[in-house]
């Protein structure tokens, strides 16, 4: 597998085809869900699995009943198929939920709409660090709900990829934490317009 400057979100199950296409000869797939506006979040959790379920069925042609979906502390969603270790991250947001699977070992995923919080400068100075808030201030106004999105998601998936909780920046940078998180690398994925998503992969993932 090339590594790719970016991945698409494949939505399910408008673009199934594609999607089962796609999984058939790559290793790592982001696929989504349209979700009703008014849905819980523990709804929105259960909608995913049975779409996971579904597509898993229908790619690996196994029966949605053999599938078991194990939600592991710390470690998102597995599956084993056929001697496969299947590791799933998940991300919900208003509108939409979005699962990450991978064929390599462990992942990320996060997914928020694009928007800049009031108190963006905080959330920043706390979680992002001064280099991305530097970024961010000398970003023009209209780009700045993109580029905040894009740095937050990166973080949540790069933190769900290492099996840890959100936390402030000066303990990201702790050696504990720096140890778990330099290896692993984001990527940008084009998704559905006024969201943003970002994936995240161990840095000794083999893509070959």
Known sequence: MTIPAHFSLLMWPHEAQTALKYFASEKIIVIG???PTSMLRDAARQHLRLVVTEFLS??????AHDLRLISVIGQGIRTVVRDMD????????????????????????????????DDWQDLAGVYLGDQHTASLI????SLQAQRFSQYWTQLEASLKCAGLGLTEYENQIQAAYRSQLSNIRTFS????????????????????
């Open 33 to 35: 869900t349209q979700t």
């Open 58 to 63: 229908a790619a690996l042609d196994i029966a």
């Open 86 to 117: 299947l590791q799933i991250s998940t991300s919900h947001e208003t509108g939409i939920s979005v699962a990450a699977i991978s064929r390599l070992g462990q992942i990320g995923v996060d997914l928020m709409r694009t928007t800049l919080p």
């Open 138 to 141: 000398a970003t023009p106004l």
């Open 189 to 208: 994925i084009n998704t559905v317009p006024e969201y943003t998503a970002s994936l995240a992969i161990s840095g000794t993932t083999d893509f070959a």
